[in-house]
DNA sequence: CGCCAGGGCCATA
DNA sequence: TATGGCCATGGC
């Protein structure tokens, strides 16, 4: 077995089936996945209720900037987001809105598309291909480049060097990128942040065994 | 009070 | 390609 797969099974018995990303539709993951762009999700929970229940792309594009800016302005950096909103979301427009039509593009081009959209990089590209459309996208974030930093498994440096590792290693599906990714982060908050909090991480066991290496 | 969070853009070398 | 400055609020 891969050595990925061995470290998620080991992550999964142990947290179990962490459903993520909490959104009720996939235009609403789209909203959030820029929204959080380095910033906690309490903060983006509290611009998504801002919205008072009513977030359509008609909305994003109809509000004025300033109304806009408002409401969003807890998750920081409210200037850029508005713009970077307003950018991906008519982007979504120009796919005719319809989520079906766009999962069943290919994905590298999809991937390419948003890239384009002003405020939407490798991990906010990523996590609207994997959250919001199911496509088999990895998403690494920060958790991912610590938690491959500090286990010694060599996944490379950059961003696309430790997502296509993480693709080799894996099978193609997106439920089990969804999962991993959501494992890593919780592992993640629990013993990786900061400092390392070895106790009780399920992981140990892996990192004795290289250190004995 | 200072630090930093589920990034991305841009200028610079 | 690889740094560094910048954007900004809220929690601890």
């Known amino acids: 077995m891969q050595e990925l797969e061995k470290i998620y099974r080991t992550l999964y018995s142990h947290y179990g089936d962490l459903q993520w990303w909490p ?12 929204l ?21 792309p008609e909305r994003i594009l109809d509000l004025p900037v300033e109304e806009l ?3 969003i302005r807890p998750t920081g950096y409210f200037r850029q987001k508005a713009q970077y909103l307003r950018a991906v979301t008519e ?4 796919c005719g809105g319809d989520v079906d ?9 999809v991937r390419s598309e948003l890239l384009r959209v002003r405020g939407v990089g490798n991990e906010t590209a990523d996590s609207i291909l994997l959250y919001a459309f ?5 998403v690494v974030d920060a958790y991912t480049m610590r938690f491959f930093g500090r286990y010694p498994i060599k996944a490379g440096k950059s961003y696309m060097e430790v997502k296509s590792f993480c693709e080799a290693g894996l099978p193609r599906d997106a439920a089990l990128y969804n999962h991993f990714h959501a494992l890593i982060v919780q592992n993640g908050k ?3 942040k900061k400092k ?4 009780g991480c399920p992981l140990e066991q892996l990192c004795e065994k290289a250190a004995a290496e």
């Open 23 to 34: 959104a009720d539709t996939p235009f609403e993951v789209i909203v959030g996945a820029v």
């Open 36 to 56: 959080t762009q380095n910033t906690v999700w309490t903060n983006v929970e509290k611009a998504i209720e801002r919205f008072d229940g009513n977030l359509s």
């Open 69 to 71: 800016e408002e409401i």
């Open 91 to 94: 982007w979504f427009m120009n």
């Open 101 to 109: 039509l766009i999962k069943s593009r290919p994905l590298p081009e």
């Open 134 to 138: 199911d496509l088999p996208s990895f």
């Open 190 to 192: 629990e013993h990786c």
């Open 196 to 199: 390392m909090n070895c106790a």
